[in-house]
């Protein structure tokens, strides 16, 4: 009767092991770097290169954002947690565009969806339709399940500082201002 207790024994340790490699993983994936002075790699690089169309039908280029903190915000009209933390985002911006930060709302979504919501909700700052390829860019961010809302804050030089996939809280901007 042991053999069974110490076989289940061993495959529970080597589950829990399992997760907590898992967990460990995920958590080295997106961990926030926070080493100043780190120089762009090619997937930053490769997003300072893209363009995107707004709402109106202009272009919006990354590199225009290039040289200040950067907070990118993927969201989509049909995610409660992305429509939840908007205001957040546009009372940050509002806070702290005078301190050179910048907001950027890209949004995995029909561009019929955005301009509606963007017109019953008003944000302070740009938002650009990533349509559903922003997955794809989210994921060369650090977004490994390619879930909404993603946040990624970047350095003036244009390196990725922060990572936060899920709502974004006060805190976790407080935090990252600090940081800078």
């Known amino acids: 009767m042991s053999a069974p207790q110490v076989g289940s024994s061993r495959r529970t340790w080597l589950a829990a092991a399992g997760v907590a ?10 961990r926030s770097p926070t080493c100043a002075g780190r120089e762009p790699g090619p997937v930053e690089e490769a997003f300072w290169q893209q363009e995107f169309s707004q709402t109106d039908g202009s272009a919006l280029r990354m590199a225009h954002f290039r040289g200040k903190p950067l907070v990118v915000n993927f969201w989509a009209t049909w995610c409660p947690p992305c429509v939840e933390e908007l205001p957040l985002l546009s009372a940050f911006f509002v806070e702290n565009k005078s301190k050179s930060w910048q907001v950027l709302g890209l949004a995995v979504d029909q561009p019929s969806a955005v301009k509606r919501f963007q017109a ?43 990572r936060k996939i899920g709502r974004l809280s006060p805190d976790d ?3 990252w201002v600090r940081l800078e």
């Open 173 to 175: 901007l407080n935090a």
């Open 21 to 30: 490699l898992v967990a460990g993983g995920t958590a080295y994936g997106l």
């Open 120 to 162: 019953q909700n008003p944000l302070s700052f740009p938002v650009a339709l990533a349509g559903m390829q922003g997955t794809d860019l989210s994921r060369s961010l650090g977004n490994l399940s390619g879930g909404l809302p993603f946040t990624v804050v970047f350095g003036a030089a244009g390196e990725v500082r922060h």
